[in-house]
């Protein structure tokens, strides 16, 4: 790869260590951002460095934040007696999106894994744990995903919270718009399981 | 889309525009870089703010470069006798991976089309035939794309070139490790019709 000036070839080899762009797309990207200078390339060059200079996480939360403390955490319309756990910024924004819940969020950035070393502290839950008896908490609901890691650590917190709140976690069922034929049996299951009289 | 804070939804929205880029993996990207500040995002921060700033169309061929003439035009090494013509800096670069070619090139960037209104002189045709005469080529390549838009301005800037130097244009055939099984008719047919003695 050394058909372009060395600047346009940092750009694309920089551009390529993105999620969901390979080389191939990186350059196709590159050219296009030459094409679109004013309009693209140039504002996106100062969101970044924007985004560089001021990100940070909340010291509360660990939501991404451009203060100390994130627009949820200091905002006075949100309801101060339920957190929600999400394992990770995208999910949280993934709530916030479908826009039902009022309260604020822990952020554990990832889910125990014995394998890479994840415990307890990196994921902060004695932080959480701590909010829970600090601001009294009434309601911690687990919105963590539906895997094998998800789930043990969604166990693992429900211990450790038991006696000081109540814990809930998010209902597995049919998705909306679903069709049975196209769902794993896990999910039809406990669908069926959790059934509710019309 | 309000739930990050406005730069960050700013630069989501701003890579949302990118080539192979939807508003979802934008989203992801923009929380890879925000997790990878020092070692990503600050790098590519200023690896665009240096292409936009240097970054600029060659004169003579219409290559990227970072500089009036393009590193190919101005090397030594290339001969100067033969002018490669591509459709866009990407084919430029695919013909420089393969790194048979040695000569030079013209970047037409786009076809020829009576629906868009492009035209011999938007894509830089007169220059070409002008750069035939005065710098003495003997052979122009036609590498454009196997499409009928392609083939059609192939044809164009043949007749142009008539009488003044060789023209040629990339054979068609079977790919390099195809299997015929999943080869178009068209292709078996280009590939039968000009087929080789071994």
Known sequence: ????????????????????????????????????????LTPLADAMQAVAETARECVTCGNVSTSDRCDICVSEKRSTGEICVVEDVADLWAMERAGL???????????????DAVGPEDLGIPRLVQRVVDDNIS??????????????????????????????????????GGELDYLDE???SAALSARKRM
Chains 1, 2 share one sequence.
């Not at 819940?101 to 394998?115: C, D, E, I, P």
């Not at 043990?152 to 211990?159: C, F, M, N, S, V």
């Open 1 to 40: 790869m050394s058909e372009a000036p060395r600047d346009i070839e940092n750009l694309i080899e920089l551009m390529a260590k993105l999620p969901g762009l390979g080389p191939r797309s990186a350059r196709r990207a590159v050219l296009y951002l030459i094409r679109k200078r004013a309009l693209v």
């Open 101 to 115: 819940f009022k309260g604020r969020y822990h952020v554990l950035g990832g889910t125990l894994s014995a394998l």
């Open 139 to 176: 309601e911690v609901i687990l919105a963590l995903n539906a895997t094998v890691d998800g789930q043990t650590t969604a166990h693992y917190i429900a211990d450790e919270l038991e006696g000081r709140c109540l814990v809930s976690s998010l209902a597995q069922g049919v998705p909306i």
């Open 186 to 188: 896990g999910t039809i």
